[in-house]
């Protein structure tokens, strides 16, 4: 069973990612939220771990970093 605390660990794993390659490729987060379809305000909750965004919102970030979903989620 996945407890909460590990949900949140993981969001906050996802969001730490997401920010790292994002600014690995010098994207701000209004930049990577066009690019997504999100609003900007959204994709900030993620990386900060506070938004569990759904697997297709995971799908579109991934390939605008140009990334697979796994090295987002590692």
């Known amino acids: 069973m996945i407890t909460s605390v590990n949900m949140t660990d993981s969001a906050k794993k996802l969001g730490k990612n997401i920010r790292k390659l994002r600014l690995e ?31 297709a919102t995971i ?7 140009g990334v697979s979903i796994e090295e987002l989620m590692k």
């Open 25 to 55: 490729r010098t994207l701000t987060q209004g930049g990577l939220s066009k690019k997504v379809g999100v609003d900007t305000p959204y994709l900030s909750n993620v990386e900060n771990g506070n938004k569990n965004p759904t697997l």
């Open 59 to 65: 799908e579109k970030i991934a390939k605008a970093l």
